[in-house]
C-alpha cells in the first residue's frame, strides 16, 4: 500500500532547512510547498539546528533569522493582549 509519502535525502532535507532559513517564509508554505508535514520540518529543524556543520548557513543568515525571532515577540505579545482586552470587553 502506498502512503504517498515522498522520500527525502539529507541533502534534499539540509536544501529544504537553508531555504526555509533564508526566506521569511512559515513553516506552513514550505509544508505546502514541498508537501511535508509541519511536524516533519520541526523534526528535521532538531535534527539540523541552524548553527549546525551539515548546515553551513552564513552567519548573516543565522543573525537575522535570530533578529526576525526577536523582533515578532513583541507584536505577538502586543496582538494577545489586545485580544485579552476584546475578549473580557465582550464577557462584560
Do not use: C, H
Amino acid at each position: 500500500m502506498k502512503t504517498g509519502r515522498t522520500k527525502f535525502t539529507e541533502s534534499d532535507k539540509l536544501s529544504i532547512l537553508r531555504e526555509y532559513y533564508a526566506s521569511e517564509a512559515s513553516l506552513y508554505s514550505m509544508s505546502k510547498k514541498y508537501g511535508i508535514e509541519r511536524g516533519t520540518l520541526r523534526y528535521w529543524m532538531n535534527k539540523y539546528p541552524m548553527n549546525s556543520e551539515s548546515l553551513s548557513l552564513p552567519s548573516q543568515t543565522i543573525e537575522d533569522v535570530m533578529a526576525r525571532k526577536k523582533s515578532n515577540k513583541p507584536d505577538e505579545i502586543a496582538k494577545l493582549q489586545a485580544r485579552i482586552k476584546e475578549l473580557e470587553k465582550a464577557l462584560a
